[in-house]
């Protein structure tokens, strides 16, 4: 997993692996203790589309899951916490 400290934000790259839970409860808290801003970052690829669907409809489908597994973890790690965050998904290319 990948943290970064950019000007007052915590940026935490997860995949919603145990691990990546374990590095983002990690930046929760030193984002808690430093006062500072936290961005999470889920980063995915598109690798082959399936069937007859295009980039676009792979891409929300991607992203959508992403929000929902995103929304498990707010509720079990960041609805107690009083710090301000964002969740963001990039694609990336080979």
Request: aromatic residues 10%; glycine residues 2%; hydrophobic residues 40%.
């Amino acid at each position: 997993m990948i943290l970064a400290k950019m000007e007052g934000t915590i940026l935490c790259v997860i995949d919603f692996s145990d691990s990546s839970r374990k590095t983002l409860q990690w930046a929760i808290d030193n984002a808690c203790q430093m006062k500072s801003r936290l961005t999470v970052l889920y980063p995915y690829r598109l690798k082959k589309l399936q069937n007859a669907e295009s980039a676009f409809e792979m891409r929300k489908k991607i992203e959508d899951e992403a929000q929902l597994k995103f929304h498990e973890v707010e509720n079990e790690l960041l609805s107690h916490v009083q710090i301000p965050y964002e969740f963001k998904t990039e694609v990336g290319f080979l």
